[in-house]
Every structure is written in C-alpha cells, then in structure tokens.
C-alpha cells in the first residue's frame, strides 16, 4: 500500500474540521488532519498489514498537511474512556508511580495481542489479569486528576424547564493506592474499547473495499461537533440560546463504481433526533436513486451517540423510509461514540 495514502486513512488521522485548520505549502492549501497515533505506532501498523518500509522513510513520506496531534488537538475529539483513561495514567506517572502514561501502551501491556477478542474481553488466561510494573510502593500521599462525568442540567427556555444531560469535567483527589486500583479498572475497560476500534475500523475499510454492485454505504454525520461541544459544557447554552444556527448533515456516499461522492443537507431546525436525521437523508435518499439506479442495498455507517442514531425511533424510520424510496434492504452500523469521524468531518469543514 502507498504510504501517502495510509497516512491519510481515516483510521490513521482524522481531518480537522475548522474552516481555519488549513496548512499551505508551495501554493499547495490543504485540510489539515492529524494523526490518531504515534508515527512509531503506526508504522507498526503499517508493517503488520505486511508492507515493508523503513522507520525513517516512512517519517519523511509523511504528506505536510498530516501532523503529528499536539497535547492541545487532543483536548478537542477524544472520547471520555480515552480521555480518562489518559487523565489517571498521567497523574500516576507524574507522581513516579509507572513509567508510562500511553494508554495503549499500557492496555498492549496487559494483552497478549491488541486485537484479539478474547484477550480484549478479559477471557484470555494468559492476560485476563490486569496489572502495572510500579516504580515503588504506593503511599498515602493523594494524588490529583480529572474524570468526564455525565450528569444533567437544567436550563429554562419559552418560560420552560429542560433537561439536558450534560458531561463535566471533576478533579478527583485520591490516595496513591487507590489511583492505581482505579488506573488497573481503566486499563480493563480500555483493552474492550480499543479492541472495538480497532474492530469497526477495519469492518468500515473491508465495506468500502467489498462494496456490491447493488450497494451503497452511506456514511452520516451531524457536522456540528456534538461531543466537543457537550465536553465543553456549553450545551444548555447552545440549546436554549438563539435560533440562528443551523444543523448540517455531512454524507459520504461510496459506490463500488465511481469515487466516493460528498454531499451536504442544511436545515435550521437544530433537531438531531430521528426526525432530524430523516429529515435531513431524504435528499439524500432521492439523490441515490436519481444518480444510482442500479443501487438496491444502502449501508449506513455513523457515529454512535445514543441521542442520535442509537433510537428506536431511528429503526422504525429506517425501516420505512428507504423502501418507500425504493431500496429493498437496508443495515446500520455504528462506531464507538466519538470515532465516527473521517471524511465527513472534511465535508463540514468545507461547508462552513
Ligand atoms: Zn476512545
Ligand atoms: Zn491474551
């Protein structure tokens, strides 16, 4: 495989959806993207798809507009079991406790292979118990981090109460033992939720690379960033404030003949639920059946917030709305919540 072209993967680097988040190089300008991982890390993983490259070729292939994510990026996108996860392993490293605060690091530590079910499930004899090589002994010293907690908010709009269900940021205080005891119950969790990653992205690349001649995988996403904006607590605020915005859905439409095709829905009704999601696919649908005609079997791939696309009320819909269209069958997949991003991030960005 091109190395130019693995850099760009969507499960290699995601692209930075601000409409300023562009590096310009020889009068070349392009979205910037930024790597999920180390460039060591993925080199292995380039290797272990069995390409062979040098370390140091493979650094200096890197196209310019895919950088390596600072400490700063990745307080935009990361989801809350990676982000706590990080959060309790820098704190114990920082008080000299272990050596290492790479999450993945310490979740291959405690796997006999990163992607193998029964290891990532805790069934694995060899490695379903978790551990970490500590530097000393814990003392009773506390130690201090910050955890995502969901709860809820109440805010007040047209004279009205609402809820909305809100994640805050809480600084914990511990004792170093506890920490650890907490940081182990982490890496546990992490080894599941890694694994599914891993899982997902490699189903969503076999999708595209299989696609029938009667297929078209639909990739959906609402462009406004949801998780950053919910991480930032501004929610409510958004929610109850004023009514000039608009929500936007980016589609990705991947057919096994052409290449794949962008396509962007605008509506001012903020309403992300199924009706918006429905609402916003239907000129989508159309245009499917317009350009495709051959095209029977949608596929549809999205993140997976539960507000959102994780609703009955979205399978019912599913289950109506592309037959009345004319498709006769259908699926959904979902990624883990806050990893369905990739090209369809691009497509908001532009967008805006
Ligand atoms: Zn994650
Ligand atoms: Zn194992």
Redesign the pocket.
């Known amino acids: 495989m091109d190395i130019r072209s693995f850099y760009e993967r969507d499960d290699v680097s995601r692209v930075c959806p601000g409409v300023k988040d562009t590096v310009t190089r020889r009068g070349l300008k392009k979205q910037k993207r930024l790597l999920n991982d180390t460039i060591k890390n993925l080199h292995e993983k380039f290797t272990q798809e069995g390409n062979s490259v040098s370390y140091s070729l493979f650094c200096r292939l890197r196209p310019f507009w895919v950088l390596p994510a600072m400490e700063k990026d990745r307080h935009t996108c990361?989801?809350a079991?990676?982000e706590n996860t990080g959060f309790i392993a820098n704190a114990v490293k920082n008080a000299g406790l272990i050596d290492c605060s790479d999450t993945q690091v310490l979740a291959s530590r405690n796997m006999c292979e990163s992607y193998n079910l029964r290891c990532a499930d805790n069934e694995c004899n060899d490695c379903n118990r978790t551990g970490v090589q500590l530097c000393r002994t814990p003392t009773e010293t506390q130690v201090q981090f910050w955890q995502w907690k969901k709860g809820t908010k109440t805010y007040v709009r047209d004279g009205e109460q609402h809820e909305v269900k809100i994640t805050a940021k809480v600084l914990k205080t511990m004792s170093e033992g506890d920490a650890v005891d907490k940081l182990l119950s982490h890496i546990t969790s992490f080894k599941k939720?890694w694994f599914v990653?891993q899982h997902q992205s490699k189903q969503f690349q076999e999708n595209k690379r299989n696609i029938q001649v009667d297929e078209c995988v639909v990739h959906v996403d609402f462009s406004e960033n949801f998780n950053c904006r919910f991480h930032e607590e501004i929610q409510a605020v958004h929610f109850g404030g004023s009514h000039d915005q608009a929500s936007l859905l980016t589609v990705v439409l991947y057919t096994c003949k052409e290449s794949p095709v962008s396509c962007c829905t605008i509506s001012a009704n903020l309403e992300h639920g199924p009706i918006g999601i429905w609402a916003h696919l239907k000129p989508v649908l159309s245009f499917v059946c317009d350009q495709y005609p051959a095209i029977r079997h949608l596929t549809f791939w999205s993140d997976g917030p539960s507000s959102q696309y994780k609703r009955k009320g979205n399978f019912f819909r599913l289950c109506s709305d592309p037959f009345s269209a004319g498709f006769t069958s259908v699926s959904w997949n979902y990624f883990?919540t806050?990893?369905g991003k990739g090209a369809v991030d691009g497509i908001g960005a532009t967008v805006k």
């Open positions: 990361l989801c079991v990676h939720h990653l883990e806050s990893h």
